[in-house]
């Protein structure tokens, strides 16, 4: 069982750990290296870069490719065959590369351990590798230092450390080393303790190492990184599914035409031939290429949403997904602490502005007051300014000038107040005479100041810590007697913001007759009390928006942080993340659940606070284990795990460590939760898109399929020849394919409920689409053929008419799959331009082989008259046509369902 450092002494970890305040010897330090190893994260198994990218070909739609490269090879095809290698190789490429940046993430978490230690071995202080470390080496930490092991707290002054990568705590964590914590408190009250890859933010310490290289907390977190399993994505199986299809359509297609025009007199050789042409035709080799180039097209799309996508699929993925799984700190919020509420003389102000930005006014009642001319109020922000030892600083960058804090959060926040009051240069007001900083056992800091001739101490803490102290109380300019009532109204005051979730402060003075009398006296007893200020980390003001638009799109929003249960609850009900009757989880209590319980919960709650990295890890397993398509959010190295086990896992550009954006699949170059919401509308176009040109591609080779098959059923010459049908293939296939890609998305993408997770490839009428067109694709073709042959007794010139209607036929099909549910009618014709021009070209190539002698011979086709091209246009229009009229006029007939906007009509 793992040893409990955080519930024992100093002294008893000394004598576990058999060290000292001198540290270990040398000689001891090396021999704990051989039995514990390097302090560092291990890499787990190394797969070597060649397997990796022969990995990349086992999948079952390259097989189908190669099958289709040896095709072609065959029949002599061998530009064709050239293009399918290329595309392979293509292929393999961006997986191999993808899969080695997405297992960077172990390694970012290597670099995140401090390089090098201040460690005290036999009394002398040494510079070290951190990874030479062992548990019992005594290392001495300072101010802007990253802690390099999880270690006990031995010795500390105005210790703090920044622990939100690890915790998901927000403000910096205020350490005591005499302090012992139950053996199953959470990492982040475990305030004796520090853990390596977090961040001092003040003050120094001794600390005992009790934990190296894997056995830490970082370490656990990279051995759950290493457990997660890396999934494929919807769209990714839904293709698996179609190639599988594909082929044994291939393969059966080339055996029936074949054995049926030998049947029926036909030349083996030949019939072999077209055969193997219709099966080339029935696999759309290009397909993956496409479905490539849309999703890189939309990445080029997203990089202008401020979202940067890391691999290809997740972009569909998102598309699909049913829960947003949010971190609080940073992505639901501003992680900037802002004093929103100041009660003083009996009334409470309010305060607009968020964030370091020092714009904001004071309001009572709604309406704007001056400080200057509210004693009380003026006092409790000088107090605030003045016992501060952060600063505001305004720096430039690419977005233009912007306010950040130096120093504590909090501090920070009372900072940004005493500007917004017009109180700017405090120093240049009190000058500081001396200063108790805050420590936890206290829970206060003062300082004292000399303003003119007068000399006084401020005082800032925890409220009842100042109310206890206090005996008086600063109301109607003067100092009042402070009396029971006036106590139990600062009492229901600070117990009301409280539970906004809202950080408070209180705020005292007391004066000096001279400064010796000062310099001598207690500065923390007999005080003035002044006030309360409330403060809060607010949300995002664009979160609001994004989270209904998430909401009416189907998405459900969960919060999952390490922050306290009341703040993540106050502001989920902000954001409307928490509905009534929703749950809300603690960490403590899923430690209780079991998987089933967990199983059951996940469909109501909401929230989840005070969790661990292995709660979020389980949290994601269980809400994946109901079917829902899980979505990550997170900035920290807790976040990790969790956002690489998530169907996709999205990091903060800004705020988000090395860690997590490695992890993760989209990053928000901007931490804006908002963007998330392009990403899903994105998404959704984007698999819309590959919908729309997988349905083009397959109706287009079923009227292909039909027309050769009818013929050879019937006993008529072949109506294609096969070098024919491989044309036809290149035309439609290749540009206004990729048109689609980028085809608009359509108005109410938005509004749809998310699409199933287990829905196939022809669902929602897909599939019915796709054979009603390719049979009247089919049928017209073969009629045009057959209408020709009977009166002109030509077979070339029939097959020509063949060959010409069966393009124009695809050509026109290719804009009523620009809409999934309306069909030619529904969209506007001029809305996608590339399709246009892509159709154009297509033409033209198709013209070329009718035209142009020499490669008119060597496609067998002959000229067709203004007459025969009449023929060819009006019978080509018919299946888009006449389908897209009958669906307008069902559709125009059937009630409207608000909820009916994600059904498609066949």
Aim: hydrophobic share 45%; with cysteine.
């Amino acid at each position: 069982m793992e040893k409990e450092w955080h519930s024992l002494s100093v002294v008893d970890c000394m004598a576990e750990l058999q060290s000292s305040q001198d540290g270990l010897s040398e000689t001891e330090a090396a021999m704990r290296r051989q039995q514990f190893g390097a302090n560092q994260l291990a890499e787990g198994n190394k797969v070597s870069l060649l397997t990796v990218f022969l990995n990349q070909f086992r999948d079952f739609m390259i097989l189908v490719l190669l099958a289709a490269t040896l095709i072609s090879g065959l029949l002599g095809e061998y530009t064709d065959a050239i293009t399918i290698i290329a595309i392979i190789i293509l292929n393999g490429v961006l997986g191999f590369v993808q899969e080695v940046r997405a297992e960077k993430s172990l390694a970012a978490l290597k670099e995140l351990t401090a390089p090098v230690a201040r460690v005290r071995r036999a009394g002398q202080v040494l510079s070290l590798p951190a990874r030479d470390l062992v548990p019992g080496d005594m290392v001495l930490l300072a101010d802007g230092d990253r802690v390099p092991a999880d270690a006990r707290i031995v010795t500390a002054t105005h210790f703090a450390v920044e622990e939100s990568a690890l915790t998901g705590e927000s403000l910096p964590v205020n350490k005591q080393p005499d302090l012992t914590v139950q053996g199953d408190a959470p990492l982040g009250d475990r305030r004796n303790m520090v853990y390596m890859g977090t961040m001092v933010t003040r003050g120094k310490a001794e600390i005992l190492v009790t934990a190296t290289g894997m056995q830490t907390e970082m370490g656990k977190i990279a051995h759950l990184m290493q457990q997660s399993e890396d999934t494929l994505t919807p769209l990714q199986k839904r293709l698996e599914e179609l190639g599988k299809v594909l082929v044994w359509l291939a393969l059966g297609l080339t055996v029936v035409v074949v054995l049926t025009g030998v049947l029926h007199g036909h030349p083996w050789v030949q019939m072999f031939l077209a055969g193997v042409s219709l099966a080339v035709a029935a696999i759309p080799e290009g397909l993956p290429a496409i479905v490539t180039i849309a999703l890189a097209l939309g990445v080029q799309r997203m990089i202008k949403r401020n979202a940067i996508v890391r691999k290809l699929p997740s972009v569909e993925t998102l598309g699909c997904a049913t829960v947003i799984c949010s971190d609080k700190t940073g992505t639901l919020t501003q992680n900037r602490m802002t004093a929103l509420h100041v009660y003083a003389d009996g009334v409470t102000y309010d305060i607009s502005g968020t964030g370091y930005e020092p714009a904001g006014e004071f309001l009572l009642a709604g309406q704007k007051v001056h400080p200057d001319k509210r004693a009380a109020l003026k006092s409790l922000i000088e107090i605030g300014a003045v016992c501060n030892n952060a600063l505001m600083v305004q720096k430039n960058s690419e977005n233009g000038s912007q306010w950040q804090v130096q120093g504590d959060p909090t501090e920070g926040a009372l900072l940004v107040m005493a500007a917004k009051a017009g109180f700017t240069e405090p120093d240049s007001v009190y000058t500081r005479l001396g200063e108790r900083p805050f420590d936890s056992e206290r829970k206060m800091m003062s300082v004292l100041v000399q303003h003119g001739n007068e000399y006084m101490a401020f005082v800032k803490g925890a409220p009842d810590v100042l109310l206890k102290k206090s005996t008086r109380m600063f109301s109607g300019g003067r100092e009042v007697g402070l009396s029971a009532g006036l106590q139990k109204s600062i009492v229901e005051m600070n117990d009301r913001f409280a539970s906004e979730a809202l950080r408070n402060l209180a705020f005292a003075y007391k004066m000096f007759p001279s400064q010796e009398a000062a310099m001598a006296g207690d500065w923390e007893s007999d005080l003035v009390f002044v006030g309360l200020c409330g403060m809060m980390d607010p949300p995002r003001e664009e979160a609001y928006e994004a989270i209904l638009k998430c909401r009416e799109a189907g998405i459900r929003t969960v919060m999952i942080t390490g922050d306290h249960q009341q703040t993540a609850t106050a502001i989920a009900k902000k954001l409307t993340i928490l509905p009534e009757g929703g749950k809300v989880l603690t960490g403590a209590e899923l430690d209780k659940l079991s998987d089933e319980d967990l199983l059951r919960l996940a469909k109501q709650t909401f929230v989840y606070a005070r969790v661990s990295p292995e709660h979020k890890l389980r949290i994601v397993r269980a809400l994946q284990a109901n079917g829902e398509i899980v979505a990550m959010t997170g900035d920290g190295v807790n976040d990790a795990p969790a956002i690489k086990q998530a169907d996709i896992g999205i990091s903060m550009g800004q705020s988000g460590t090395d860690v997590a954006k490695e992890a993760s699949s989209l990053v928000l170059a901007d931490d804006n939760f908002a963007t998330i919401v392009a990403a899903v509308e994105e998404g959704r176009g984007i698999y819309d898109n590959i919908k729309k040109f997988i349905r083009y591609l397959l109706a287009s080779n079923v009227g292909e399929i039909v027309t050769m098959f009818l013929a050879m059923l019937i006993g008529l010459p072949l109506p294609l020849q096969p070098i024919q049908i491989l044309w036809v293939n290149l035309v439609t296939d290749g540009l206004p394919a990729i048109a689609l890609g980028v085809d608009p998305a359509e108005k109410d993408i938005m509004k749809r409920r998310p699409r199933n997770v287990h829905e196939g490839i022809f669902a929602r009428g897909m599939g019915t689409k796709i054979l009603s067109r390719g049979i009247l694709i089919g049928i017209v073709t073969l009629a045009v053929f057959m209408y020709t042959l009977q009166r002109e007794h030509n077979l070339h010139l029939a097959q020509t008419m063949a060959y010409a209607t069966l393009t124009m036929a695809q050509l026109i099909l290719v804009f009523d799959c620009r809409s999934l549910e309306g069909g030619i009618l529904k969209r506007n014709f001029f809305g996608n331009i590339w399709l246009i021009l892509a159709v154009v070209s297509s033409v033209l190539l198709f013209l070329i082989t009718l035209y142009v002698p020499s490669i008119a011979r060597a496609f067998d086709t002959v000229a067709l008259s203004p007459t025969q091209w009449a023929i060819v246009l009006v019978l080509a229009a018919i299946p888009t046509f006449a389908l897209s009229i009958r669906r307008a006029g069902r559709n125009a007939l059937r009630p409207k369902d608000k909820n009916d906007s994600h059904r498609f009509a066949a």
